[in-house]
């Protein structure tokens, strides 16, 4: 496989690459440095960009094209780019900006497909009518949006995958459980994390907008329930609390954003399922850059922890 992200220590890259995030530093010797997170498509690696001017400052910005020349290299058990060239892409090159974002592994075309034949399974009218009407409104951003600014799913249509990926587990939950009530948990899962489409800025350089900061994707999507059912007339339906109180507490703990607990086990399920996935896409794509038989970088989302990467693995690659 080729990109980025397979690249092993020791291999020469020449490559277009999209710069992802900047931040500046001063070396031991006074002399200023770029840290640059350069990604394409199958993921993003970080190089030092050394003994800068005030030019390359401007130059090297977020969203900035560039070819790479360079070796990789490895630090604390993660890929490092050492650049050997650097300059910014021109006309000529003809590089699409577009290819070089990451993005989740199915089209938004066909994301759209798999939650429309879940919506469709919905039989409670209410839950079926509310769900639609949000889906609705926020149809092309929910099918394009990141899930996150950088812990996971932080890719174009990362937020409509990370769904899927939840309801094809839920399925499976509700096959295994009987008891557990489809429909809530099914639109539960659609509309969790939707306030995040007014959270978070968009696709590229993704950053959180005023309303995010202030009043952050859980608060944000608890009112749009409400204004939504209060259009439909169903403001006095007991569904439309217990969607509310799935969204309210779907990170389970106040630390993690959520002022209740889990009351009721389609809203535990969907806490698990939301729990699961995010931790899979982060320790998946941290063990991508880790090399056989080593441990990554200290993950602040999986409190601090190294992961180890099996040597046996990746024997038959």
């Known amino acids: 496989m080729s990109g980025i992200a397979y690249c ?31 990604q394409d498509k199958t993921g993003d ?7 800068i001017s005030n030019e390359d400052e401007k130059n090297y910005s977020v969203g900035a094209v560039v070819l790479i020349e360079g070796d990789m290299t490895t630090f604390r058990g993660r890929n490092q780019l050492k650049i050997r060239n650097i300059r910014l892409a021109n006309e000529q090159d003809e590089v699409v900006k577009a290819n070089l974002v990451m993005s989740a592994p199915l089209s938004a075309e066909a994301l759209n497909e798999k939650v429309t034949q879940y919506l469709f399974e919905i039989k409670n009218p209410v839950i079926q009518r509310l769900t639609r009407s949000l889906l609705k409104k926020n149809q092309e951003a929910f099918f394009d949006y990141p899930a996150a600014m950088s812990i996971h799913h932080n890719f174009l249509s990362g937020l409509a995958y ?5 309801l094809d587990m839920a399925k499976s939950v509700v096959q295994l459980y009987p008891e557990v009530n489809q429909d809530l948990l099914y639109a539960g899962i659609i509309l969790h994390d939707m306030g995040k489409l007014k959270e978070l800025s968009g696709v ?31 403001e006095d339906k ?16 106040p630390e993690w954003g959520s002022p209740k607990a889990p ?52 024997e038959n690659e």
């Open 204 to 234: 590229t350089a993704t950053t959180y907008t005023l309303e995010g900061n202030m009043l952050g994707h859980i608060s944000i999507m608890v009112d749009q329930i409400g204004e939504a059912a209060r259009e439909l007339q169903l």
């Open 8 to 38: 092993k220590e020791g291999d020469r890259v020449h490559e277009f690459l999209l710069i992802k995030d900047v931040s500046k530093g001063t070396a031991s010797n006074g002399k200023p440095f770029l840290t640059l997170i350069l």
């Open 162 to 166: 990370h769904v899927c990926c939840m």
């Open 45 to 51: 690696v970080e190089a030092k960009l050394w003994g």
């Open 263 to 314: 009351l009721f086990k389609e809203a535990e399920i969907l806490h698990v399922l939301d729990d699961l996935d995010a931790k899979m896409n982060i320790m998946t794509r941290a063990l991508r850059k880790t090399r056989p038989g080593e441990f990554s970088e200290r993950l602040f989302a999986m409190n601090n922890r190294s992961l180890y990467r099996p040597v046996f693995e990746t």
């Open 238 to 253: 007991e569904e439309v609390l217990l969607l509310q109180h799935m969204v309210l507490s779907h990170h389970e703990n």
